[in-house]
């Protein structure tokens, strides 16, 4: 059985006028339309975007020692390292690939690696009609570093978004100090 109230909404189209009267408040507001290649939002900060290979300020040679942390913890499994054995027992990165396809862009490989060696840029304009294209070596992921990072956004980069940092690990001044033979120390 209906009940008197319902039968008046869905008579009287209730719901329909409360929605049209919605959109017709709105219609006067101005559109918030965006005209893109001229018009660019600006990027958020901590935006994760194309990959990059950092180079050592000293050699600016890839700081990368091919330890694969970075593809281990990879949960697409898109970062594909070769390496080879060089002098004194020390790895030489032949090849490193980064399918961008697969990736999902959730920073881990950047939290894993020792090195700080991979960063996410913020550049996100990197759409192409060919797979090849966003297949990136390590030759591009070196010219990513060179083009969107530097080394003065590269320090600003690892201090703000990735941690955990000594800092982080320091003890409060109201926090009791053992000494080692377990005793609290005034």
């Known amino acids: 059985m209906i009940k008197l109230r319902e039968l008046a909404r869905k008579i009287f189209f209730v719901d329909f006028l409360k929605g049209m009267s919605l959109t017709f408040g709105n219609i006067s507001d101005k559109p918030v339309t965006r005209r893109y290649p001229e018009e660019k939002r600006p990027v958020p900060v901590g935006f994760r975007g194309l990959h990059a290979l950092t180079r050592n300020p000293a ?3 890839a700081r990368c020692v091919g330890c694969g942390l970075c593809a281990a913890i990879c949960p697409s499994e898109c970062i594909h390292i070769y390496t080879s054995d ?3 027992n020390t790895k030489i990165v032949d090849r490193y690939e980064i399918e961008v396809l697969r990736c999902l862009y959730c ?3 950047v939290e894993a690696c020792p090195f700080s060696a991979v960063v996410l840029t913020e550049h996100y304009e990197y759409a192409d009609v060919s797979r090849q294209a966003l297949y990136m070596n390590k030759e591009r992921l070196l010219r990513n570093f060179d083009s969107y990072m530097g080394n003065e956004r590269e320090g600003t980069y690892f201090k703000l978004f990735w941690h955990p940092r000594r800092s982080d690990f320091s003890a409060s001044p109201d926090q009791a100090k053992l000494g ?4 609290r120390i005034p």
Do not use: M
């Open 59 to 61: 050699t600016g040679e």
């Open 107 to 109: 920073g881990l490989c």
């Open 86 to 88: 060089g002098p004194e």
């Open 180 to 183: 080692s033979s377990g005793k």
